[in-house]
């Protein structure tokens, strides 16, 4: 199974902390199918706090990250953020994989892709 270009870790273009929060969600959305099923009300509060990334400011800087990425790698030096994304992308893929949800969660925002 592959990710198309706009499921995966936009971290170039897209801001950093905002990308992890967002595949998060999503692989609970998908890891969690099943309990869902017997606990909608949980389902809810989920997609209640999916709401919260239709926000102005938090989608226009998830948009124009601006140098968020360069701050991150400067941060957090010690750690491989680019092997942080694409693990987050194999635990989204292979979350999906199994899940009852069979369609991908689209990002509030589209990223520029070229």
Same mark, same amino acid.
């Given at each position: 199974? /592959? ?6 870790? %936009? !971290?170039?273009?897209?801001? $950093?902390? &905002?990308? @992890? ?5 999503? $692989?609970?959305?998908? !890891?969690?199918?099943?309990?869902? +099923? ?5 389902? #809810?509060? =989920?997609?209640?706090?999916? /709401? #919260?990334? !239709?926000?102005?400011? =938090? #989608?226009? *800087? ?8 360069? @701050? ?8 491989? =953020?680019? +092997? &942080? ?15 009852? !949800?069979? %369609?991908? @969660? %689209? *990002?509030?925002?589209?990223? *520029?892709?070229?």
């Amino acid at each position: 199974m /592959e990710m198309s270009l706009n499921q995966t870790f %936009q !971290y170039e273009i897209l801001d $950093f902390p &905002l990308e @992890v929060v967002w595949k998060i969600m999503t $692989f609970t959305h998908y !890891y969690c199918a099943k309990e869902f +099923r017997s606990h909608a009300i949980d389902h #809810s509060q =989920l997609m209640v706090s999916f /709401e #919260s990334f !239709y926000n102005l400011d =938090l #989608s226009q *800087r998830w948009a124009n990250p601006g140098p968020s990425f360069a @701050v991150m790698k400067i941060l957090f030096s010690t750690f491989n =953020l680019l +092997r &942080l994304a694409a693990a987050l992308d194999a635990c989204l893929m292979g979350a999906k994989a199994t899940s009852d !949800y069979n %369609q991908w @969660v %689209q *990002r509030p925002i589209l990223p *520029r892709l070229e």
